[in-house]
């Protein structure tokens, strides 16, 4: 499957902004069965400084830096994606990993999970919480293995959050949304995160887009996608296998890769700081259209 990928910022300033500097990741990844064909940034007012760089998690990041005054930034991302499916999520429905033998694994910090290790630990939006843990902990029988856990926990956040645009932030810490029962997609993967790690497994953000489709007889609007958030989880012997708890499904043809991290915070599309006095309007627009 084929996709074009056009995601637009546009930031409006009250008054003119002298200096900015910012952090842009919004560049899709080269995966197995994930192919990034192309991708370019264009940026106006044209920055003074540009870098590309890979970051620790081997994200592709955009610096750059503007020192002439300017009201308007316009941020115009496109690229081209094909997939082929994700095979991990098949082979982790036959797995027979107890997911206590994960975490015991984990805990013991085994060689070879070295590098999954920093996915059990928190982070800037994943605390370590007993709310949290209590929430999740009827997913985890005793003799229940990681698929059938990380599965049942994926339902119970679809049950039992409404997705509800506008009502957190990303600053919302996931205990609110478990009492709210209201959030976003960030907010479902930060609470799917959230119950693993502190069940002791490893998990991490996964930042990117989603197909959507008008309703039926309606034509899809332009500029009426957005961007998406899930969850991804370490199965032994297989890797990453990745969960939509926003969407109660497992991603294979329609989830578009952008970014891994440890939470928000590591894979953020864009953010930056501005020297400015006023306020700024900001309006973002995205269209994912299939291809083939």
Aim: aromatic content about 12%.
């Amino acid at each position: 499957m084929r996709y074009k990928i056009k995601h637009v910022t546009e930031y409006t300033y009250q008054d003119p902004v002298s200096l900015c500097h910012n952090r842009v990741c919004l560049t899709p990844l080269n995966l197995p069965q994930h192919t990034c064909i192309s991708s370019q940034i264009k940026i106006q007012p044209p920055p003074d400084d540009l870098t590309y760089r890979k970051d620790f998690f081997g994200n592709t990041v955009l610096f750059f830096s503007s020192y002439t005054d300017h009201d308007h930034l316009e941020i115009v991302s496109e690229s081209e994606v094909n997939l082929e499916g994700r095979p991990n999520a098949d082979h982790a429905l036959d797995s027979p990993v107890l997911w206590k033998e994960m975490q015991q694994r984990l805990a013991s910090q085994d060689d070879e999970l070295f590098e999954i290790i920093q996915y059990t630990l928190p982070s800037t939006y994943i605390p370590y919480s007993e709310e949290i843990k209590k929430f999740s902990e009827d997913c985890f029988a005793e003799d229940a293995t990681l698929w059938s856990a990380c599965h049942a926990l994926m339902q119970k956040i679809y049950k039992n959050i409404e997705f509800k645009p506008g009502f957190t932030t990303i600053n919302t810490p996931v205990e609110f949304v478990v009492k709210a029962k209201k959030g976003v997609c960030q907010d479902f993967a930060h609470l799917m995160i959230s119950c693993l790690r502190n069940m002791g497994l490893a998990a991490r953000y996964v930042s990117g887009y989603i197909e959507t489709l008008p309703p039926p007889g309606k034509e899809k609007l332009v500029g009426s996608d957005a961007s998406h958030a899930w969850v991804s989880v370490y199965f032994p012997s297989i890797g990453w296998v990745e969960f939509d708890p926003t969407n109660n499904l497992l991603p294979t043809y329609n989830h578009i890769t952008v970014a891994f991290g440890r939470d928000y915070h590591d894979v953020a599309p864009i953010k930056g700081i501005v020297f400015s006095s006023g306020k700024q309007n900001l309006t973002v627009k995205v269209d994912v259209t299939r291809l083939d």
